[in-house]
């Protein structure tokens, strides 16, 4: 088995400041991502990578930085945060570029802006 | 942009009822459909993928894909409070790896 890990568990920013979230997996995953949850919704894509230093923009990009630095980890970049901003923000991997892969997601980033 | 919708947005079923979720895209490339279920505080974890038009069936749960309408349907029988938690539908295209999520649905079982 694997498992995904993101730090931090919590953040709390300030309006306009720039935050980074990052992700890391042992699953050995080709693929990684980047989703936002408000308040037990659905999931929205910011982005994915398919593989070290791919970068593909999600519905929700606008607003957000991703860097793929290697193929285990995944960051997220806030790079302004918005007042009263609370949101999870969700990593999640899978194995390979094709078919119905499973995906696997990290304990998520509770964001706090105040 | 690929959209996923789902409904009903939330859903109140007995124990030992059944749950019957729904989900939509509005992509016509889109070939694999996921449910997933999101306990409240949890991640997300895959309860089932389906790709074939037909029915799939394992243990309480049966899902459905319609590909010509680009629909899947989620039944949950003899339905447990353990069964409450959001349930989310994903879709993905054949010549992406995009993965998208619809809302949910929330459902809650009741004793």
């Known amino acids: 088995g694997g498992i995904i890990t993101q730090t931090p568990k919590f953040l709390i920013g300030q309006e306009g400041q720039k935050l980074t979230l990052k992700c890391q997996q042992n699953?050995?995953?080709?693929?990684m991502y980047w989703y936002r949850q408000d308040s037990g919704k659905g999931l929205r894509l910011i982005y994915y990578?398919?593989?070290?230093?791919?970068?593909q923009k999600g519905d929700l990009s606008e607003g957000y930085d991703a860097s793929r630095e290697k193929k285990s980890s995944f960051s997220l970049t806030v790079t302004s945060a918005q007042k009263n901003e609370m949101a999870v923000f969700l990593c999640a991997s899978s194995m390979g570029t094709g078919g119905a892969l499973e995906q696997y997601f990290g304990p998520g980033t509770r964001l706090t802006v105040l | 942009q690929q959209k996923v919708q789902q409904s009903p947005e939330s859903l109140i079923v007995p124990e030992g009822g059944m749950a019957s979720l729904n989900c939509t895209s509005s992509?016509?490339?889109?070939?694999y459909f996921w449910w997933y279920r999101q306990h409240s505080g949890k991640s997300p974890k895959m309860l089932m993928?389906?790709?074939?038009?037909g029915e799939k069936e394992e243990g309480r749960f049966t899902v459905h894909l319609n590909k010509a309408s680009l629909h899947t349907s989620l039944h949950i029988r003899d339905s447990q409070p353990s069964d409450s938690a959001l349930y989310l539908c994903a879709a993905r295209p054949s010549n992406t790896n995009k993965v998208v999520f619809g809302t949910g649905t929330r459902l809650q079982v009741l004793p």
């Open positions: 992509d016509r490339n889109v070939d």
């Open positions: 993928s389906i790709f074939s038009n």
């Open positions: 990578s398919i593989t070290e230093n791919d970068l």
């Open positions: 699953f050995n995953h080709d693929t």
